[in-house]
């Protein structure tokens, strides 16, 4: 493992924090605490704080669900987590997991969607969703993207890769 290259594609990537492997419940909250904290530290405003912590905690959940929901085994249950700067000083917080190629279109489908509405829009879509009456407690893809999308400074930014035959790497990315 070549430990310098990695720091230096950190470095010019401005990433702040990463995580790759298996996640559970506890490392989120850990990982989550550490991320409340450097951004403290950083001295960034308590609303990008609780924007980037709420993106995170989103995206990661969200990862876990996923993965317990297919069965996967605890390699296929692996999560890619950044959180970065830009040039810009907005923070990026990136999320990327194995998912079904289907599931993976059907969120980028909504990301699309979501893409495409004004603040209006998203307020409305967000209190529309909330009433709607949940189907399957693993359901995704709903109110909790509203909100990211609701909390980022732009529209969130999705990519599936496919990996294998049915299965592909998808990656969402809030900018706060």
Same mark, same amino acid.
């Given at each position: 493992m070549d430990l310098l290259t990695l720091r230096e594609q950190y470095l010019q990537q401005k990433i702040m924090l990463s995580f790759n492997?298996?996640?559970?419940? &506890? $490392?989120? *909250?850990?990982?989550?605490? %550490?991320? /409340? =904290?450097?951004? =403290?530290?950083?001295? #960034?405003?308590?609303? #990008? +704080?609780?924007d980037v912590f709420s993106s995170?905690? *989103? $995206? +990661?959940? =969200?990862? &876990? /669900?996923?993965?317990? %929901?297919?069965?996967? &085994?605890?390699?296929?249950?692996? #999560? +890619?987590?950044?959180? #970065?700067?830009?040039e810009e000083g907005h923070y990026l917080v990136s999320a990327g997991n194995l998912v079904e190629t289907d599931d993976g279109r059907s969120v980028l489908e909504r990301v699309e969607g979501l893409a495409g509405m004004d603040a209006g829009e998203l307020k409305r879509a967000y209190k529309q969703q909330l009433r709607k009456p949940r189907e399957h407690p693993s359901d995704g893809?709903?109110?909790? $993207?509203?909100?990211? &999308? /609701?909390?980022?400074?732009?529209?969130l930014k999705a990519k599936l890769e496919p990996l294998s035959p049915g299965q592909s790497f998808l990656c969402l990315t809030a900018t706060i």
């Open positions: 492997g298996p996640i559970s419940h &506890s $490392l989120i *909250e850990e990982i989550g605490q %550490a991320i /409340r =904290n450097y951004l =403290n530290s950083q001295a #960034a405003t308590q609303s #990008a +704080t609780m995170y905690i *989103e $995206l +990661t959940q =969200n990862i &876990s /669900r996923y993965a317990a %929901a297919k069965g996967y &085994s605890e390699e296929q249950a692996t #999560a +890619t987590v950044a959180v #970065a700067r830009d893809a709903g109110l909790g $993207l509203i909100d990211m &999308s /609701r909390r980022s400074r732009r529209p």
